[in-house]
């Protein structure tokens, strides 16, 4: 199986700063199609995940440009831009070149 | 708008089965490929299974293989997953996906005597 291995677990972020999440993969992401299968999800309490990113740094549909997505090899990160009370949760990274399908064990953000 | 509806959880005890369903509208469901996720409390995320558009290929999680069936409807815009001999490690809150950008509200199942 494909492990997803995040760094850090909890982040505490004053507002207007940046926040940083990494997400390092145990095996290229990489698909022969030439798409490499990195997403980003957003889970604020009580809700379903949310996708921010797919393909590494694709911004899903509505997602805030606050949001960006990097790769070099297998370690990925999230990037926020300017942190704000909304972006609060449970941040996760997810590969799906291969099942199992597998998770992150999760960024929790908040807010200072 | 996508919209994906699950339905079906209850408390069960150790060794019942439940099915689930997921009643999906806003789009043609039979052209998408459909997954269930399940995440237990203060726990990742877990995918379960994938089923294609026509429903002749399904993909399970190994440990589930043999005790969870995954199946749709198309004509009903259904999505099931049918769950036999169900543990207390199989409770948990269970999500149907499309495309990874629209999931549903989750339907909560919970194993215990």
């Known amino acids: 199986d494909i492990v997803m291995t995040q760094t850090p677990l909890s982040l505490s972020v004053t507002p207007g700063q940046s926040a940083s999440i990494s997400c390092r993969s145990s095996q290229s992401l990489l698909h022969s199609d030439g798409r490499t299968y990195l997403y980003w999800h957003l889970q604020k309490p009580g809700q379903p995940p949310q996708l921010l990113i797919y393909e590494v740094s694709k911004r899903a549909s509505g997602v805030s440009e606050r949001f960006s997505g990097g790769v070099s090899g297998t370690d990925f990160t999230l990037k926020i831009n300017r942190v704000e009370a909304e972006d609060v949760g449970v941040y996760y990274c997810?590969?799906?070149?291969?099942?199992?399908?597998?998770f992150g064990q999760g960024t929790r953000l908040e807010i200072k | 708008d996508v919209h994906l509806v699950e339905s079906g959880g209850a408390l069960v005890q150790p060794g019942e089965s439940l099915s689930l369903s997921c009643t999906a509208s806003?789009?043609?469901?039979?052209?998408?490929?459909m997954v269930w996720v399940r995440q237990a409390p203060g726990q990742r995320p877990e995918w379960v299974a994938t089923?294609?558009?026509?429903?002749?290929?399904?993909y399970y999680l190994d440990a589930l293989r043999g005790r969870f069936v995954v199946s749709r409807e198309n004509a009903k815009n259904s999505l099931f997953l049918q769950m036999h001999s169900l543990r207390p490690d199989d409770s948990g809150v269970y999500f149907c996906?499309?495309?990874?950008?629209?999931w549903g509200q989750g339907t909560p199942v919970s194993v215990s005597s």
């Open positions: 089923i294609n558009p026509d429903g002749s290929q399904t």
């Open positions: 997810m590969q799906s070149i291969k099942n199992p399908i597998t």
């Open positions: 806003g789009f043609s469901f039979g052209d998408y490929w």
């Open positions: 996906v499309r495309d990874w950008g629209n």
